[in-house]
């Protein structure tokens, strides 16, 4: 199968779009954001499932633009009152850091270069910076590499992969994620989006949205559970829609949870297959009238945002609230200051490697 790789100038970096058959995805080298994925026509009218902007200057400010598309760290989502420990971070959202402050990777400027696995399947662009001890406030010299590419198997089936690796020189928090809004219709609504979800659990959340350290069940107030959810329908329904933490199954049982697809949308053996076989876990199906689009990673869980508190913003579209919805995959938000959370701290030396898979396929 024919691929192309491109580069271009745009405002002060470069876009990068590279596509495969029927499957395309841009990318710009100021923050390392993904500005489009494209799908086939058949799978969405007009092609393009994420919200983004045609102006690069757009990009320059990811907080008030709603991190559209925006590659998150070095700490994901929250930190209460931005500091660990005898560290301080910068603030940027209340008294409390978000996405990484405002260094975070978002505003940086990353090298980039075409990327093809081994086996020559997968196709795309390797984004690598150094980050500095102190960047932040963040202790440690850590190199990072992001690898964005497209897996296409069929006219109608692709899996799209972010992946974040990373090598600290000392002890330090990482949790990376990327923030990409999807939109199966091409619209800048959430009608006709249905959620196959996962019977998980959430973290519970004070009125800043940072945890209390409880865990409760998903389907509390949210209403997250087995069988197909009218997304648009449930999220109106919700105080801002969600905007909330789920904890996604432990791999050992990704065969058995994903069996609650089963009677939905799709083969759900397939995802289990890929979580067993990647390392994989499944952590929610999307769904419309056309397509199908599941969600895997290795992460301990992932924000779901349905962009309830999103101002009205001029992207390639006219955007506002609910104009797209958010799976991010992360460790647990604020882990640096509960005890009781799984670690977020990656050790001098060890690697670290965070997998985040959206796979398209036609409904089934």
């Known amino acids: 199968m024919n691929s192309l790789y491109t580069e271009r100038p745009w405002g002060d970096g470069t876009l990068i779009r590279v596509e495969r058959g029927n499957f395309a995805f841009e990318a710009f080298s100021l923050g390392a954001f993904v500005v489009d994925v ?23 400010d990811p907080l008030n633009m709603g991190y559209i598309g925006a590659n998150i760290g070095r700490f994901a989502n929250r930190i209460r009152d931005a500091r660990f420990g005898n560290y301080r971070f910068e603030a940027n959202w209340r008294t409390h850091q978000l996405h990484g402050g405002p260094q975070g990777f978002s505003y940086q400027h990353w090298e980039h270069k075409p990327y093809t696995n081994e086996a020559g399947e997968r196709v795309g662009v390797v984004f690598s910076r150094v980050s500095p001890d102190g960047e932040g406030g963040y202790p440690g010299t850590v190199a990072f590499e992001i690898i964005m590419s497209l897996d296409v198997r069929s006219e109608l089936e692709a899996d799209f ?10 002890d330090t928090p990482i949790n990376t994620t990327h923030h990409v809004y999807w939109n199966f219709m091409g619209t800048t609504s959430l009608e006709g989006h249905y959620s196959h979800a996962l019977p998980l659990e959430r973290l519970e959340a004070d009125d800043d949205l940072l945890p209390t350290g409880r865990i409760l069940p998903a389907s509390q107030d ?17 105080e801002g829609g969600y905007d909330c933490y789920f904890i996604a199954p ?19 053996g397939a995802v289990a297959r890929a979580g067993q076989d990647a390392g994989l876990v499944p952590l929610v199906r999307m769904s419309t009238s056309r397509m199908q689009a599941d969600f895997l990673a290795n992460t301990d869980g992932f924000q779901f945002y349905t962009a309830g508190a999103m101002g009205e913003i001029m992207g390639r579209k006219p955007y506002g609230p609910y104009a797209g919805f958010c799976v991010e995959p992360s460790s ?20 670290y490697d965070r997998r985040m898979l959206t796979r398209f396929a036609p409904l089934v």
């Open 161 to 170: 992969e972010i992946r974040h690796r990373a090598l600290p020189d000392s």
């Open 332 to 351: 647990y938000m604020d882990a640096l200051n509960i005890p009781s959370f799984p670690s977020t701290i990656v050790k001098a030396g060890e690697r």
């Open 38 to 60: 494209q799908v086939s026509e058949q799978l969405c009218p007009g092609r393009s499932v994420t919200l983004g902007f045609d102006d690069p200057e757009s990009y320059k």
């Open 250 to 268: 432990k791999t050992a049982g990704a065969g058995a949870l994903c069996e609650a697809f089963a009677g939905s949308a799709g083969d759900a």
């Open 222 to 238: 949210y209403g997250l559970e087995p069988g197909e959810l009218d997304l648009a329908e449930r999220a109106a329904k919700i």
